[in-house]
T-cell receptor, first 112, second 115 residues
Framework: QKEVEQNSGPLSVPEGAIASLNCTYS??????FFWYRQYSGKSPELIMF????GDKEDGRFTAQLNKASQYVSLLIRDSQPSDSATYLC????????????FGKGTLLTVNP | GAVVSQHPSWVICKSGTSVKIECRSL??????MFWYRQFPKQSLMLMAT?????????EQGVEKDKFLINHASLTLSTLTVTSAHPEDSSFYIC???????????FGEGSWLTVV
């Protein structure tokens, strides 16, 4: 059974701080990793994807991947109240079918 | 960027009736689409993988005769909830894989309420 684990939170940070979201996965053969943001009542929207070990930066967002530790994280710098949402970690275990396994999500609250 | 569109955004139906939800990839061809269901405060649960031109692959525990999936073209997949019951009320979301970008995009989701 392939599993993706996330701390459900809620994670509360003040505006301007760095929010750190963590995710672990059980399938060592996993190849690609995604972070989605989901506002209440809305569909998930893709924030970032990462395939290789190390860091990947996109604006205020940095994804970090450590395949040896089966760990992927998302850092949000200069957090804004509009970043308040549930963040979903998703893992694709490979192949061409793009089948994702999702974590339960971490609820982030950024306080003004 | 790539866009995946779902219709309707929300629907209310009577118990025992059937409801069809459409998922379209607007600017790319998607040989594979996915259907998810999400109950309040829970994560997305994959229901089935929709393959263009062939039968859908259902996840364990999902009734294929109740949730009919048709992927008739490279840009359209449909999910029909047959003989709907109140417990089928949920947020249904589709996604499509864009091979060129090796990424997966979600539709806006469809809220189904069965009364």
């Amino acid at each position: 059974q392939k599993e993706v684990e996330q701390n459900s939170g809620p994670l509360s940070v003040p505006e301007g701080a760095i929010a750190s979201l963590n995710c672990t996965y059980s399938d060592r053969g996993s190849q690609s990793f995604f972070w989605y943001r989901q506002y209440s009542g809305k569909s998930p929207e893709l924030i970032m994807f990462i395939y290789s070990n190390g860091d990947k930066e996109d604006g205020r967002f940095t994804a970090q991947l450590n395949k040896a530790s089966q760990y992927v994280s998302l850092l949000i710098r200069d957090s804004q109240p509009s970043d308040s949402a549930t963040y979903l970690c998703a893992v694709n275990s490979g192949g061409s079918n793009y089948k994702l396994t999702f974590g339960k999500g971490t609820l982030l609250t950024v306080n003004p | 960027g790539a866009v995946v569109s779902q219709h309707p955004s929300w629907v209310i139906c009577k118990s025992g009736t059937s409801v069809k939800i459409e998922c379209r990839s607007l600017d790319f061809q998607a040989t594979t689409m996915f259907w998810y269901r999400q109950f309040p405060k829970q994560s997305l649960m994959l229901m089935a993988t929709s393959n263009e031109g062939s039968k859908a692959t259902y996840e364990q525990g999902v009734e294929k005769d109740k949730f009919l999936i048709n992927h008739a073209s490279l840009t359209l997949s449909t999910l029909t909830v047959t003989s709907a019951h109140p417990e089928d009320s949920s947020f249904y979301i589709c996604s499509a894989a864009q091979g060129a970008r090796n990424t997966i995009y979600f539709g806006e989701g469809s809220w189904l309420t069965v009364v």
